[in-house]
């Protein structure tokens, strides 16, 4: 029978994967069982993604013979807007349009939360909605929702944002807003991801992860 983290400290996991070079913090969530059902990870963009995916299930079975399914880590990496600045310069110089935050409200009504997110775009305003369970880590997935709803409005028909993670994590000493955003299209599904310091609140800096993972390419997605 494999191992589970019942027989392994949760803190001992986190500390073997976060020993791998890129990887800056990692959080794991197991089950009453001890079985991995999720695993957070914040990196530096040295290495690709599924790359780091493979080296933590090798590190996870050779200290501890523990598995876990691939599909259940998620990397979100840190630090791209340095690779990227050329080219970010490039699109600024091209006056490429960013979305500006109006407003965040995140309201709850017993088990149920619901944000909206209105940002603006070259004087347009788009509001986004998401509904989902009141808990603390589902409330923060709405806000990042809404705002992903609202920036679909701005791009064509054939493609569409969705959200595969969003969560506040801790990085030295400092709190930071973490966001994991897929782009899908008739050609196929892109990944990127984004992040913020927490200046504000917790829900600014949910969005400023979002627009930190997409503003770079609403220039070649949008139609409007």
């Known amino acids: 029978m494999d191992q589970g983290v019942s027989q392994v400290r949760v803190e001992d996991v986190e500390a073997a994967i976060s020993q791998i070079g890129e990887i800056k913090a990692a959080r794991v969530v197991a089950d009453s069982d001890g079985a991995i059902q999720e695993v957070h990870i914040l990196a530096l963009p040295t290495k690709q993604p599924k790359q780091l995916v493979r080296d933590i299930e090798s590190t996870l079975m050779a200290r501890f013979a523990l598995p876990v399914d ?34 965040i409200n995140s309201t709850a009504s017993g088990v149920i939360s619901s944000a909206v997110v209105t940002l603006e775009v070259s004087g347009v305003e788009y509001i986004g909605r998401a509904t989902g369970t009141a808990s603390e880590s589902g409330r ?28 506040i994590i801790q990085l030295g000493g400092k709190r930071v807003a973490a966001a994991c955003v ?34 770079r390419r609403m220039g070649l997605l949008t139609t409007k």
């Open 140 to 167: 923060m997935r709405q806000v990042a929702a809404a705002a992903l709803d609202a920036l679909t409005q701005q791009i064509s028909d054939c493609s569409a944002f969705a959200l595969e993670d969003a969560m």
């Open 70 to 103: 691939h599909r259940k880590i998620s990397i979100a990496q840190l630090g791209r807007e340095l690779i990227e600045a050329e080219g970010q310069a490039e699109r600024g110089a091209r006056g490429e349009s960013r979305a500006r935050i109006v407003s």
């Open 182 to 215: 897929s782009l899908v299209t008739r050609d196929g599904e892109q990944s990127f991801t984004g992040s913020a310091l927490v200046r504000n609140n917790d829900d600014d800096s949910i969005v400023r992860a979002i627009l930190n993972a997409v503003n």
